[in-house]
Nanobody
Framework: QVQLVESGGGLVQPGGSLRLSCAAS????????MAWYRQAPGKQRELVAL???????NYADSVKGRFTISRDNAKNTVYLQMNSLKPEDTAVYYC?????????WGQGTQVTVSS
């Protein structure tokens, strides 16, 4: 059974930084795309960033230049470095991993940006 465990969320002041991690465990093979999504209260879940097998990345316009996605294939882990955080970044952040054409989701981690 595949499990995704997220960590790194929390409360941070505007302008601060957080680093999210998402580690996959279990029988997971042929990992392709890894991504981070977020969902704010009353809003739809949106793609924040993704990273492909070849290292190419995509970012939502709202986080370009502030967030960086990376991966460690040996550890089946994806990271999201978030800098210059804004109150509008407040949301539950979810990781998603595509492996063997199956989507796996993390349980979500709360990020709150507030003074």
């Amino acid at each position: 059974q595949v499990q995704l465990v997220e960590s790194g969320g929390g409360l941070v002041q505007p302008g601060g930084s957080l680093r999210l991690s998402c580690a996959a465990s279990g029988s997971i093979f042929n990992i392709n795309t890894m991504a981070w999504y977020r969902q704010a209260p009353g809003k739809q879940r949106e793609l924040v960033a993704l990273i492909r097998n070849d290292g190419r990345t995509n970012y939502a316009d709202s986080v370009k230049g502030r967030f960086t996605i990376s991966r460690d294939n040996a550890k089946n882990t994806v990271y999201l470095q978030m800098n210059s955080l804004k109150p509008e970044d407040t949301a539950v952040y979810y990781c998603k991993i595509m492996a063997s054409w199956i989507e796996y989701w993390g349980q979500g981690t709360q990020v709150t940006v507030s003074s």
